[in-house]
T-cell receptor, first 113, second 110 residues
Framework: DSGVTQTPKHLITATGQRVTLRCSPR?????VYWYQQSLDQGLQFLIQ???????AKGNILERFSAQQFPDLHSELNLSSLELGDSALYFC????????????FGPGTRLTVT | GIQVEQSPPDLILQEGANSTLRCNFS?????LQWFHQNPWGQLINLFY???GTKQNGRLSATTVATERYSLLYISSSQTTDSGVYFC????????????FGKGTSLLVTP
């Protein structure tokens, strides 16, 4: 158990819908990262927050957004869902933001039908 | 971004055999991590090893930062070692976000 929690574990929804994925980092970790794992793209970085502020952006679509709240949990919002958004979404956390070890949550498996 | 190449892409071993997985990367890094993704999809931290050598039981890893590669050694493999092994690296240019290789898929047979 990494100490990073993610809910829900599984999510099935239809095209065009909007979903919210939630992540709670390890106790004491200030950085939260979101990654997407799909069969064709592999594991890729979406976005990072550090202590409530956006720190870095990767290959995140405009239909996707995220935020980190004062209690340090984070939410990833996915809207206007398409079939290609079906993937495993991971949240990771680290104590700092400058190359510290990242610990991954169990992931949320999203299926868009 | 940083390019990460892992080899071999696939590996089949008999229980008890040893193996070496390689990770080459294209830039200097502040973070290098090895993960094991089990059949349930969980990413399990194996090593945080931007440089040097570490050992944990039957697993060990070495990163030669100056030559931009890392090796993961698995000794006396067990069926529970099956899964995909990922190498991931980060530096300031990547915003310290991890860039993952495509992984090595390992199957250990009884």
């Amino acid at each position: 158990d990494s100490g990073v929690t993610q809910t829900p574990k599984h999510l099935i929804t239809a095209t065009g819908q909007r979903v919210t994925l939630r992540c709670s980092p390890r106790s004491g970790d200030l950085s939260v990262y979101w990654y997407q794992q799909s069969l064709d793209q592999g594991l890729q970085f979406l976005i990072q927050y550090y202590n409530g502020e956006e720190r870095a952006k990767g290959n995140i679509l405009e239909r996707f957004s995220a935020q980190q709240f004062p209690d340090l949990h984070s939410e990833l919002n996915l809207s206007s869902l398409e079939l290609g958004d079906s993937a495993l979404y991971f949240c990771a956390s680290s104590v700092g933001s400058l190359g510290a070890e990242q610990y991954f949550g169990p992931g949320t498996r999203l299926t868009v039908t | 971004g940083i390019q990460v190449e892992q080899s071999p892409p696939d590996l089949i071993l008999q229980e008890g055999a040893n193996s070496t997985l390689r990770c080459n990367f294209s830039d200097s890094v502040n973070n290098l991590q090895w993960f094991h993704q089990n059949p349930w999809g969980q990413l399990i931290n194996l090593f945080y090893i931007p440089s040097g050598t570490k050992q944990n039981g039957r697993l060990s890893a070495t990163t030669v930062a100056t030559e931009r590669y890392s090796l993961l050694y698995i000794s006396s493999s067990q069926t529970t070692d099956s899964g995909v092994y990922f190498c991931a690296v980060a530096n300031s240019n990547s915003g310290y976000a991890l860039n993952f290789g495509k992984g090595t898929s390992l199957l250990v047979t009884p």
